[in-house]
């Protein structure tokens, strides 16, 4: 089982979450990355070596961004959180 971290970014975004069922479906996500990291999608071009993960939300599409670490101690870090919308523009945005 891999150990997950998180960004101070999407830290923040899951403590602002209000709906209780949005952050069960996030919190299931994680917990399904930790015992598979590699479910997720692996992207490609300026985002090499991250990987994303969709949780589908009441007819909304959301995203987990995720790097693994597993050469060293099987760590996941979560990077960012949130809705589709502009959520690789944000993505890319961050890791500059």
Do not use: W
Not at 68 to 88: A, D, H, K, P, W
């Amino acid at each position: 089982m891999f150990e997950v971290k998180y960004t101070n970014t999407a830290e923040r975004y899951l403590k602002k979450i209000k709906d209780k069922q949005l952050l069960a479906k996030y919190k299931t996500a994680i917990d399904k990355l930790r015992h598979d990291p590699f479910i997720g999608t692996q992207k490609s071009g300026d985002l090499r070596g991250i990987y994303a993960y969709d949780v589908k939300y009441g007819g909304i599409s959301h995203e987990i961004a995720y790097r693994i670490y597993e050469e060293s101690n099987q760590l996941i870090v979560i990077l960012l959180v949130g809705t589709r919308e502009n959520f690789y523009h944000e993505l890319k945005r961050m890791l500059k």
